[in-house]
């Protein structure tokens, strides 16, 4: 075990690991495309692929703030990853989506994780990959 981590409580593990994994994901992105995403950035990608909330639904649904979340939107639009369009019969509501490239870097990028999941699987054991992803999407009553 990292000995780093024997005297950590378990948010501070959860925590630990999460900041890890997306260390791990971003690099493994951008060490394979000439297009950098941040992991705020892929944060709002997840929140729209496959859909087109407007944006003010997106800003109410991730935890960054109403500003910083604006400067995230225009710059994943400046990158071609997502497309802004008006909602009909609403002149102050715009509409986002992914565009292809913004689809076929998200979709690239969800088979980077699972190869990262893959490599966990293989060292700590299929079984205990599952029972941890089982356990995290328990209703944990808080």
């Given amino acids: 075990m990292n000995s780093a981590l024997e005297q950590l409580?378990?948010?501070?593990?959860?925590?630990?690991?999460?900041?890890?994994?997306?260390?791990i994901t971003e690099q493994s992105w951008n060490d394979n495309s000439e297009i950098y995403i941040s992991n705020s950035e892929w944060f709002i990608m997840a929140r729209i692929y496959k859909k087109r909330p407007t944006i003010s639904h997106v800003t109410k649904h991730v935890d960054?703030?109403?500003?910083?979340?604006?400067?995230?939107?225009?710059?994943?639009?400046?990158?071609?990853?997502?497309?802004?369009?008006?909602v009909p019969n609403n002149k102050k509501e715009k509409c986002i989506q992914l565009t292809k490239l913004g689809e076929a870097c998200y979709e690239k990028n969800e088979s980077l994780k699972a190869v990262l999941e893959q490599k966990i699987a293989v060292r700590i054991g299929s079984e205990n990959l599952l029972v941890l992803k089982e356990v995290l999407k328990l209703d944990w009553g808080l």
């Avoid at 409580?9 to 890890?20: A, G, N, P, V």
């Avoid at 225009?74 to 990158?79: I, N, Q």
């Fill in 64 to 86: 960054i703030s109403r500003q910083a979340t604006h400067k995230l939107i225009k710059s994943l639009e400046s990158k071609e990853l997502i497309e802004i369009q008006p």
């Fill in 9 to 23: 409580d378990l948010i501070d593990l959860l925590s630990e690991r999460h900041l890890m994994l997306r260390k």
